[in-house]
């Protein structure tokens, strides 16, 4: 089964840093890759798919990259509101995974 | 508007069983696959099962392999997950999630979860 490394575990960071996760795949996935935001209490939220393309209604500060097995999720510029825990999750074969996930918290 | 809801979560003992169903609206639920995941208290989210948009075809994580099955019931736009043998690691929120299909998404819909307790 394909495996998802997240990377770091955690981030502290400021409103208004710019914000990298990077996400890597066990094999290659293509561009079968998403990555969902959750909040504490809530259901996880998808804000990217297919590696790079941004689901209806995220804000456009939120962006992702890569193919194969090397992926990066970026916040621009981030907001209050994006404190928050990321996931990325492949859905390249019969499986689904999901990386550990990120938790951007205050610095 | 475009909606998942499960239920059937509970407490139940090591060694039972439980059915989650979770009953979808809002999108032609025949035309994708759909999932079950779920999240242990404080931990991440871990996929459970997948089962294709005509029920025919069914993939799970190994840790559940042989004791949960998931089916599905596109007549009344149902997802279920038959849990058998429960174990305490199996203690979590289960979220059905409207899995790939048309527009080449994944878990782009997520239910709000039902809590299932393992415990004596």
């Known amino acids: 089964d394909i495996q998802m490394t997240q990377s770091p575990s955690t981030l502290p960071a400021s409103v208004g840093d710019r914000v990298t996760i990077t996400c890597r795949a066990s094999q290659t996935i293509r561009s079968s890759l998403a990555w969902h935001q959750q909040k504490p209490g809530k259901a996880p939220k998808l804000l990217i798919y297919?590696?790079?393309n941004l689901e209806s209604g995220v804000p456009s500060r939120f962006s992702g990259s890569g193919s194969g097995t090397e992926f990066t999720l970026t916040i621009s510029s981030l907001h209050p509101d994006d404190f928050a825990t990321y996931y990325c999750?492949?859905?390249?074969?019969?499986?689904?995974?999901f990386g550990q996930g990120t938790k951007v918290d205050f610095k | 508007e475009v909606q998942l809801v499960e239920s059937g979560g509970d407490l139940v003992q090591p060694g039972g069983s439980l059915r989650l169903s979770c009953v979808a609206s809002g999108f032609t639920f025949g035309s994708y696959s759909m999932s079950w995941v779920r999240q242990a208290p404080g931990k991440g989210l871990e996929w459970v099962a997948v089962v294709s948009r005509d029920g025919s075809e069914k993939y799970y994580v190994d840790s559940v392999k042989g004791r949960f099955t998931i089916s599905r019931d596109n007549a009344k736009s149902s997802l279920s997950l038959q849990m058998n043998s429960l174990r305490a690691e199996d203690t979590a929120l289960y979220y059905c999630?409207?899995?790939w299909g048309p527009g080449e998404k994944s878990f782009d819909v997520w239910g709000q979860g039902t809590m299932v307790t393992v415990s004596s």
């Open positions: 999750q492949h859905y390249r074969d019969n499986s689904r995974a």
């Open positions: 297919k590696a790079s």
């Open positions: 999630a409207k899995d």
